[in-house]
């Protein structure tokens, strides 16, 4: 069974680890995970308008997107994260990934992160292996269409 999802599961930020942030989940076929989402920078609606380009991106067919989960204040932020979408043909392969901001010098915000991704890699230097995890395309699709209630023609 080949299922995608990521949804933002309330509206309205709550205190999480002394933080106010919403709660995201993703599922990917089997793969379930719940996120907190910072609302110091971002609010729901700019999740969402990244989420829906980042999708629409790789239902366009380009080879590498994203979905930011987690951005704070450019200026200031140190880490951000955010799941990688890489599109191999029929199939997209999704990374858990972290972009660390350790000198402020990154011009990163929601036009330019696609140009922050690097390419796929299945395993580290060190050779461990990345935990990857693929859905199809045609999922991503459905997920889409009925999130966003418009269709997406591959380019």
Same mark, same amino acid.
């Given at each position: 069974?080949? %299922? ?11 205190? %999480? ?10 599922? /990917? ?14 609010? @729901? ?10 999708? *629409?991106?790789?239902? %366009? ?12 204040? +450019? ?8 799941? /990688?979408? @890489? ?10 990934? %972290? ?7 990154? +011009?990163?915000? *929601? ?18 292996? /990345?935990?990857?995890? +693929? ?8 997920? @889409?269409?009925?999130? @966003? ?7």
């Amino acid at each position: 069974m080949n %299922r995608f999802q990521c949804t933002i599961l309330d509206k309205t930020p709550k205190i %999480r680890f002394d933080s106010l942030s919403y709660l995201g989940e993703i599922i /990917i076929d089997d793969f379930k995970e719940t996120f907190l989402m910072i609302s110091d920078y971002w609010q @729901y609606e700019d999740y969402e308008k990244q989420w829906k380009e980042g999708l *629409k991106r790789t239902l %366009r067919g380009d080879k590498k997107s994203c979905l930011i989960y987690n951005i704070q204040d +450019p200026k200031k932020w140190l880490c951000l994260q955010w799941w /990688i979408l @890489y599109r191999e043909g029929d199939q997209v392969i999704i990374h858990d990934h %972290r972009l660390y901001n350790e000198r402020n010098d990154i +011009p990163f915000d *929601k036009n330019t992160c696609y140009s922050y991704i690097d390419d796929r890699i299945s395993v580290t230097e060190e050779g461990h292996k /990345i935990s990857e995890f +693929p859905t199809t395309v045609q999922a991503v699709r459905e997920f @889409y269409e009925k999130t @966003y209630g418009e269709c997406v023609e591959e380019q």
